[in-house]
């Protein structure tokens, strides 16, 4: 029996509300517990449950921060419901039929509602950068880069903007608290923000903002509010602390009583403050919805070994603030993390190479192993290590296949036939064609604005002179996927052969690109339809190798690499840790404030706290920087993470890889010239 698995604070959480009979709606739910106590775990086992209670599958909406997580969720329902219920296929994928992201669900009830709430239903999604190229043609547009050159950066109007947005804060205030350095622009950005939401509108295009924004703001409407919050009976939401302002607010406007609401979460795992997360969400839980809301804490962790947890444990006891307690195992274990030195990054890549091989050979699939490090960027000495050995990996958390140009291009030709009004990818397609330039791309695109039917004015305009046949085909291209008569996904077969010539053009290396594409072709083919692709696609990209030498598909047995951020409520039996050095983390661009200091502590709670059997935090004593230094060196020296002071190595097993030699003269000089880390690292960014 499913339930006799549970331990007695899961099973009251699983439980709650449901012993009466099915059709009793229970009221609000939160479980606030550490990593690896089983949290996911119960919310799927809930979910199952009400289903065999009797809760109708279909109005069950199970939503949770990442793609990732969404998708580990509902593969645990379903194979909970499988155990429960038998293999009835039908009932399973009803019950997953409203699991998804915040993000998601929020683009699919737009669409639902979007005539009621005057939205053109044929909305495309922006993702970052396309927010940031449309920022920046505003911005050049008021001429305030041409004024002022100190004038704040693209990416950083973005990020103003949005956190303002997300945490629901006068723009004044955001500036004072998190951009003090840009409040001098008060007006001209209070002013760019006003163009860029009447862009956005203009061009029925929304960003990721706009996704919870609007879908806010829809809720705000009593009715609306009610409509929804009727069609749910249960409402489920996992990593609760992640969510920020707008979530809470969607959450409590959907059921204001709380009825049928759990939320699940962990403040010491609260690692999105950045997109204006706010641990206040989970803490503030029992008086949102008091005197109903009831609360369980769980303390048993299951995924790791007692010296993984002891340490994990540590490093979060040194937090200035947290709420929840630490938690107890009973998974001894006679190995200790390991705390490895080595010399630079490229013995680390060796090294994690070749422990990574040893398991394998131990039978340890590459699958049950993984690499975590702090910023994306770290890991391309390893990557270059793993592509040379022949060592499969996939990597999340760094976008490297859907952030190239030319899947970009393709890309965008979808969403343009999509929607002829998305100006930034009819900007990024007209520019690829020979003779087109910004100024002919902004013209057509204009001309396109003013009539009621783009794509035919488009057709009705005379080719740009030196762009012809090219031009021409280009719009054939538009209107035969416009018609939707190739059917999808063979239309992206069109696209790519409407964009082959440009791509032997514009790129040496045109034959893998190529397969790119090709690659990109079988990944719509799983999906629907080319908006439910292209929603999908923007909202969350799925994971895909590009075709490098030797990097083989998604089937084989194949090396985790991810950043901590995308490793969020993963396990593997066993973890390594790069770069577990002050500058890296803490992140050197985050050292400025307590909060962000605070943050990236409990960064390295969540990488450490994904490990099962072994973790290794491997420290390398120089690594390298892009940053501009004139000596021309582009190393700098570095020391063991801050997290990890001397207090706590009694925790670790510390070695050094392979065995340094202690050349006295070369520890001096590392002692001299260990310093600026700092200004290395923020170079990077300029
Ligand atoms: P995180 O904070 O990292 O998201 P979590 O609290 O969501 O972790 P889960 O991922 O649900 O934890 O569970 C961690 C591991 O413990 C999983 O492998 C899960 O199968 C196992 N586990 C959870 N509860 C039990 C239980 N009652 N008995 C045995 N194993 C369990
Ligand atoms: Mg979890």
Known sequence: MYLEKLNPQQRMAVEHGT????????????????????????LAHRVAHLIVKGADPRRILLMTFSRRAAAEMARRVERICRDVLGTNAGVMADALSWSGTFHGIGARLLRDYAQQIGLDPDFTIHDREDSADLMNLIRHDLGFSKTDSRFPAKGTCLAIYSRAVNSETALDLVLRDAFPWCAAWEKQLRELFACYVEAKQSQNVLDYDDLLLYWAQMVGETVIAEDIGSRFDHVLVDEYQDTNRLQASILLALKPEGRGLTVVGDDAQSIYSFRAATVRNILDFPAAFSPAANIVTLDRNYRSTQPILAAANAVIDLASERFTKNLWTERQSAERPRLVTVRDEAEQARYIADKVLDNREEGLKLKQQAVLFRASHHSGPLEVELTRRNIPF????????????????????????????????????????????????????????????????????????????????????????????????????????????????????????????????????????????????????????????????????????????????????????????DGCIPNDLAVGTTAEIEEERRLLYVAMTRARDGLDLVVPQRFFTYGQNSQGDRHVYASRSRFIPATLLQFFEACSWPQVKSDAAAQAHARQVRIDVGARMRGMWR
């Open 19 to 42: 012993l009466i009979d099915g059709n009793h709606i229970a009221g609000p739910l939160l479980v606030i517990a550490g990593a690896g106590s089983g949290k996911t775990n119960t």
């Open 394 to 581: 996939v990597k999340f958390g760094g976008l490297k296949f859907l952030d190239s140009a030319h899947v970009k291009d393709m890309l965008a030709a979808l969403r343009f036939a999509q929607n002829p009004r998305d100006r930034v990818a009819g900007f990024r397609l007209m520019q690829i064609l020979p003779g087109v330039g910004p100024s002919t791309a902004q013209k057509a695109l204009d001309l396109m604005a003013e009539d009621a039917s783009p794509l035919s004015a488009l057709a009705a305009m005379p080719a740009p002179p030196r762009s012809g046949e090219d031009w021409t085909d280009f719009v054939s291209m538009l209107q035969e996927m416009k018609s939707g008569k190739a059917g999808w996904p063979a239309e992206i077969g069109l696209a790519r052969q409407w964009y082959a010539p440009h791509l032997e053009r514009l790129h040496e290396d045109a034959a893998t690109r190529q397969a790119d594409l090709l690659q990109l072709e079988q990944i719509g083919g799983g999906y629907a339809s080319r908006e439910r692709f292209l929603t999908e696609l923007t909202l969350d990209p799925p994971d895909a190798t590009s075709d490098q030498a030797g990097v083989p598909l998604l089937d084989e047995d194949y090396l985790i690499l991810s950043t901590i951020h995308s490793a969020k409520g993963q396990e593997w039996t066993r973890v390594f840790m790069l770069n577990v050095v």
